[in-house]
């Protein structure tokens, strides 16, 4: 047998990093092999942590004074000789799955805080939904400012409050790895939420920030505006749920006129009403790097509506666009239609549940027969009448085979039923 460079088998074994049957016949082909497998094996044991047999390996490996800390726990440890392998070390990637049915709590936290300042091979980590409370989230924060190797963090839903947001900002203005950072759903409200925005002045790696569902008034969506004029890194940044009501969504609209990184924004349910997505609509004709946009359930009304379809007359860069929930009805509903047959480059369309009535419905049949980028269109719940369907489903008829219709032009809801009813 021809020996290939170490470099050649991780390239063709990492390939098959999916494939644990094949993976764990190659394993007993030589001692070479084995080296190289194990590691990508062990990388990221997802759903695998709940076995037990998973758990009495990590038990083997700790070392006597890492034993005794299990002392007070009453837990019997195996008696099994220790493994081979440092298996613990291979492990880049940690998720839910390891306190699945359990609550680590601010103590939890902390532990996991001090193994952080420690490992120097673990990328991902998910510690969601774990009571850790400001304690839990100043103590990992702590962590990061020591840590280099963590380059996603996912802490949603752990009532974190101010004190954690704080902390989290201290540590965002040190920290140099962390790339993607969720803190949905943490109480964080507008002290927190400013301090966050300050830090992203500041911060230079960070390309994904969620911080969707934390009480966040208008005053915060502000700060966030003016860290995006200075901010060089962040591409996705999700808002959602928060009250930043149409002051907070037109100064992220102005700062959207001169920020040239940023390719994602969710401003659902922010209560941005009509001026708030008139401003917004006006920011699309400037930008040029946004390609998904989510503005669902903000009331945006009928002149809203009006303004984004102007808007994507002009727009050459958004693929996905969500305006589901906005009272358009079918003045809007024709806006889009129109707009449909000149833009070339929106991919994703969700205008449900907005009263376009079959006026509306009509026009994007219309539309639809000269638009031909359009991928998936969700039309559902907008009280259409079965005449709808039918005009609709002859255009595919005529224009597209059943496949495209179901696969790649998508019409979504009650609409569909309508034209597969007729095809």
């Known amino acids: 047998m021809i020996a290939l460079p170490i470099e050649c088998y991780s390239a063709i074994f990492n390939n098959l990093q999916n494939n644990f049957k094949d993976l764990f016949s190659c394993i007993l082909v030589n001692r070479q092999w084995c080296r190289i497998i194990i590691p990508i094996l062990w990388r990221d044991p997802k759903k695998y942590f709940k076995n037990v047999k998973l758990i009495e390996m990590f038990l083997l490996t700790l070392n006597a004074k890492e034993q005794a800390l299990l002392i ?15 298996y613990t070390s291979y492990i880049t990637s940690v998720n839910n799955y390891l306190y699945h049915g359990i609550s680590i709590g601010p103590e939890g936290g902390k532990a996991f805080a001090d193994a952080l ?78 301090t966050l925005a300050d830090a992203l002045c500041m911060n230079a790696t960070l390309t994904s920030l969620n911080l969707a569902h934390n009480k966040l008034g208008p005053e915060v969506g502000k700060a ?10 962040l591409t996705s940044l999700n808002l959602q749920g928060n009250n930043l009501g149409s002051e907070g969504g037109k100064a992220l609209a102005y700062a959207l006129c001169n920020n040239i990184i940023l390719t994602s924004l969710d401003l659902a349910s922010i209560n941005l009403r009509s001026e708030g997505g008139i401003t917004l609509a006006d920011a699309l004709c400037k930008n040029n790097t946004l390609t998904s946009l989510y503005i669902c359930n903000n009331n945006i009304g009928l002149e809203g509506g009006k303004a984004f379809a102007d808007a994507l007359r002009i727009n050459t860069t958004l693929k996905n666009l969500n305006l589901s929930y906005n009272a358009l009805k079918s003045e809007g509903g024709k806006a889009f239609a129109d707009a449909l047959r000149i833009n070339t480059t929106l991919k994703n369309l969700d205008i449900s549940y907005n009263a376009l009535k079959s006026e509306g419905g009509k026009a994007f049949a219309d539309a639809l027969c000269i638009n031909t980028t359009l991928k998936n269109l969700d039309l559902s719940y907008n009280a259409f009448k079965s005449e709808v369907g039918k005009a609709s489903s002859q255009i595919f008829i005529t224009h597209y085979d059943y496949r495209t219709l179901c696969a790649g032009r998508m019409i979504c809801g009650k609409y569909a039923c309508f034209i597969e009813k007729h095809l």
């Open 72 to 86: 007070p726990f009453k837990i019997t440890l195996p008696s099994q000789q220790k493994p081979l392998f440092e």
């Open 117 to 194: 300042c420690i490992n120097i091979t673990l990328k991902n980590l998910n510690l969601c939904r774990n009571n850790l409370d400001s304690e839990g989230g100043k103590a990992l924060a702590d962590a990061l400012c020591k840590n280099v190797t963590l380059t996603s963090l996912d802490i949603c839903a752990n009532n974190l409050g101010s004190e954690g947001g704080r902390a989290l900002a201290d540590a965002l203005c040190k920290n140099t790895a962390l790339m993607s950072l969720n803190l949905k759903n943490n109480n964080l409200r507008s002290e927190g939420g400013k």
């Open 224 to 233: 966030l505006a003016d860290a995006l004029y200075k901010n060089t890194a």
